[in-house]
């Protein structure tokens, strides 16, 4: 996948804009100056600093770098005049002349329409319950303009005198999470009338939370449909999973640890064998019930009879255990046929890999062996592959490891460089 160029400095721009913005709006919130709305407090301005631009203007946030640190001069050469009076007249002209050579972008360019919500975030978690709820919802209600596959192609579409956008692109990645919730909500206008429908009187706010979650993931479904990659960063999904007769918990105590390999197992497609350079997760059909699920193992236990020759089913003298922790969700196997961008009957075979900040990175469809076509996605290293060592060639799974640790994504809400 391809995007702006992921300059370090252009990551960290975004970041301070975020948290410069998101820790005003709780002061005046502290303060009694601006109210609430939907639950969070509510940004008070129709502009904000538009991120979303800056990261896809290299130029214009370079611009826009210069400017502030132009202003941050200033101000400090005016706080120095204070106390060192001697040298007041000076320090005021390097101020002035700062702010005079300092590049000054036209404000139209990095400042856009806020609402209220616009730096809201989403309170659903990105579950798979989350994302399984937002599928029916989106199905009632939204398939008929923007389609089932999200590709802005529904059987109502044509009577808009605005074509819906589709989904397979970054379009989710360019609006912060709030302001697509308030788009839902009240809908969207333009001169010649209104483009988009309000949801208010018919969804509740946890509704539409999760419509946007499952828009995530049909934008994923629809990249992979149409170019074979996702258009945008997608995570992991929370889930509960199940290994072993331990508890069941949430993946997330996996994240930011270690990386996960999430592989789709049935009859045909038994559990592999644990890898130390990452966590497996396993993916069954419809959460297989205690019956079907002792069926996969009598299959296993079958498979490594005959071929390893071992005393116990999940474990070889050779290669060692098996796979043992499960995605304890029956909406696992439905939300990540449609991240694969396959039907949920072909989606068995089928690995991912997940770095340890809890992105998806790579995908491997059924069918394939290995990693040998490296299947990374959301990178920006162009570095050839013909340059890795000779022990990384012979091991494409560890190359691709290796990769995504080298080049990690770096998302900021409303733009992102990755």
Not at 241 to 264: E, F
Not at 377 to 383: D, F, G, I, L, Q
Request: hydrophobic share 50%; proline share 7%.
């Amino acid at each position: 996948m391809t995007s702006a160029p992921s300059h370090l400095w252009l990551n960290a721009l975004l970041q301070a804009l975020q948290f410069v913005q998101s820790a005003w709006l709780s002061t005046l919130y502290a303060l009694g100056i601006t109210d609430d709305s939907h639950g969070a407090p509510a940004w008070p301005w129709d502009v904000r600093i538009a991120g979303e631009n800056l990261v896809i203007d290299v130029a214009l946030a370079r611009q826009f770098a210069w400017m502030l640190a132009a202003i941050a001069f200033a101000l400090a050469c005016v706080l120095l005049a204070l106390f060192w009076r001697r040298a007041w007249r000076w320090l005021l002209v390097a101020g002035v002349g700062a702010l005079a050579v300092a590049p000054w972008p036209s404000p139209s360019l990095w400042l856009t329409v806020a609402v209220p919500t616009s730096f809201h975030a989403s309170p659903t978690g990105f579950t798979v319950e989350s994302i399984a709820r937002g599928a029916r919802v989106y199905a009632a209600q939204c398939a008929a303009c923007h389609g089932a596959d999200g590709r802005g192609e529904g059987p109502l579409a044509a009577t808009l005198h605005r074509w819906p956008p589709t989904m397979a692109s970054a379009l989710l990645s360019r609006r912060a999470d709030g302001e697509l919730f308030w788009h839902v909500l009240y809908g969207m206008r333009d001169d010649q009338g209104v483009t988009m429908p309000g949801f208010s009187a018919r969804l509740s706010d946890r509704e539409i939370w999760a419509a946007l979650d499952y828009m995530r993931v049909l934008s994923a479904s629809a990249g992979m449909a149409a170019g074979g990659s996702w258009p945008v960063p997608i995570a992991l999904p929370s889930l509960p999973v199940k290994c072993a007769t331990a508890p069941s918990r949430d993946i997330a105590a996996w994240r930011g640890n270690q990386r996960v390999r999430v592989v789709a197992v049935d009859a045909a497609h038994p559990p592999p064998f644990e890898d130390p350079r990452f966590l497996t997760l396993l993916i069954e059909r419809n959460g297989l019930p205690p019956r079907e699920a002792s069926g996969i193992r009598k299959v296993v236990s079958q498979r490594s009879d005959r071929s390893d020759r071992a005393p116990s089913a999940n474990v070889t003298t050779l290669f060692g255990a098996r796979a043992d922790c499960v995605a304890d969700s029956p909406d696992a196997w439905p939300v990540f046929a449609q991240i694969a961008g396959v039907a949920a009957s072909s989606l068995a075979g089928t690995e991912w890999l997940a770095d340890r900040d809890g992105w998806l990175r790579a995908l491997a469809p059924a069918g394939r062996r290995g990693w040998a076509d490296g299947g990374l996605m959301c990178t920006t290293s162009t570095a050839a592959s013909d340059g890795a060592p000779a022990a990384l060639r012979a091991d494409p799974l560890t190359a691709t490891l290796r990769q995504m640790d080298d080049d990690p994504v770096r998302f900021v809400k409303g733009g992102f460089v990755h």
